[in-house]
């Protein structure tokens, strides 16, 4: 008990520093943390006009060739209609191009070559938000977090 209240005051005094509310809900607490993070590459991205959801999807995309919406929306874990206005963002800006799949239902991605040069006028500015949250937690807070990060990925798609 002795040290529960012990970390949960200096819990309390790390979130009055910052001005951020101590929070007990771990879904909570997780979506404050993205949303904080998703600012940093946001800040950074925003000098490529991109967003780090856009630059994501475009990563993907040239790292897989081309995917259907439900293999896209699976592996980041992205509900449909979140997926469906960014690819539609994505096409707007002519990154993406759509062709029809096996069926009639099904819309199969893949970059174009603008889509290409936008990824690589924007990855310095990825590489530079990596820097600056890699800086901020340092070598082992930045090892700890990729760990973290992939222990409860793991665990809440089991849940």
Known sequence: MYIHTIMAALIQNVHRANGLFPLACACQNLRRLTRLVTRIYDQE??????EITQFGLLTALGIVGEAN???????FAMDSTT????????????WI??????????????L??????QMAAAQPHWEAAERRLRN???P?????????VAEVTNATTEA
Do not use: Y
């Open 69 to 75: 919406q439900k293999t896209l929306s699976a592996g």
């Open 45 to 50: 991205l925003r000098k490529a006009d991109i």
């Open 112 to 117: 174009t070559e603008a889509g290409k040069h």
């Open 83 to 94: 997926l469906t206005r960014t690819l539609a963002l994505l096409r707007k800006q002519g």
């Open 97 to 110: 191009r759509v062709r029809a799949g096996k069926d009639r239902r099904e819309r199969v991605f893949r």
């Open 136 to 138: 901020t937690l340092g």
């Open 140 to 148: 082992s807070g930045w090892k700890q977090m990729q760990a973290t």
